[in-house]
C-alpha cells in the first residue's frame, strides 16, 4: 500500500508540474475577457472535460494513436508550439485571439478544445508524462494514472471557474497588463515547446516512432 500510495503522489506532482493549475487562471482570463460569466463557466467545463478526455486517451491509447496515424514526439511538441506562440504573438498585439476571437458578438466556445483543453492544460508535456507513467504499468497502477489525471484536471476547471471572481479584485487596467504578459508567456512557451521538439529529434530522432512501437 505505501508503494502506490508513493506512485500516486510521484504521479501527482508529475502532472502539477507540468499542468500548474496556478498559472491557467490569467491565461483563461485573458482569454475570455469581456465574456459574460455563464459562457466562461461554460468554458471551464468544457475544457477541463475535454483535457481529460484527451489525456487519458494518450494515457491508455498513447502509443497505439502515435503508430495509427504516424505521429512522432518532436512533431507533437512542435506543432503545439506553433499553436501557443500564434496565440501570445496575437495577444501582445492586443488583440484577442482568432482561434476564436472572444470579442465576437457570437462566442465561438470552441476555444474550450484548443487553444485550452489542448494545447494550454493537456499539452504535449502532460501526454508524454502519462505515457511514461504508463510505461510497465499494471492495472492498479493504470488506475491510479488516470485518477491522477483527473484530479489535475478538475484542479485546472476550478481555477478557471473561479477566474471571474479574481477579475473583480484585479481591475481592468491591470488585467491589460496581465493579457499582454501572458501573451509573452505564451509566445515564450510556444518557443521553448518548438526548440524541445527540435531537440529531441536531433537526439533521439523519430522518437514517436520508437516509443510507439
Known sequence: MGELLTFALTVF????????????TPVFMSLTQGVSVEKQHRVARK????????????????????????????????????????????????????????????????????PLAIPIISGPGAIITGMNFMADADWI???????????????????????????????????VAIHKLMGMVLAILGCNMILDGIDVFMENGLLGITLAS
Open 141 to 175: 497502477r493504470t488506475l491510479i494514472v488516470v485518477a491522477m489525471a483527473a484530479l489535475i484536471c478538475y484542479l485546472n476547471f476550478l481555477a478557471c471557474w473561479w477566474s471571474d471572481i479574481i477579475m473583480r479584485f484585479i481591475g481592468e487596467n491591470i488585467m
Open 13 to 24: 506532482v508529475g502532472f502539477f508540474a507540468v499542468m500548474n493549475p496556478l498559472t491557467k
Open 47 to 114: 475544457a477541463g472535460i475535454a483535457a481529460f478526455i484527451i489525456l487519458v486517451c494518450f494515457i491508455l491509447l498513447g502509443k497505439y494513436i502515435f503508430f495509427l496515424f504516424g505521429l512522432t514526439i518532436p512533431s507533437f511538441k512542435i506543432t503545439g508550439g506553433v499553436i501557443l506562440f500564434w496565440v501570445g504573438f496575437e495577444m501582445l498585439q492586443s488583440k484577442r485571439s482568432s482561434i476564436p476571437n472572444p470579442r465576437e458578438v457570437n462566442f465561438d466556445e470552441s476555444i474550450s478544445i484548443s
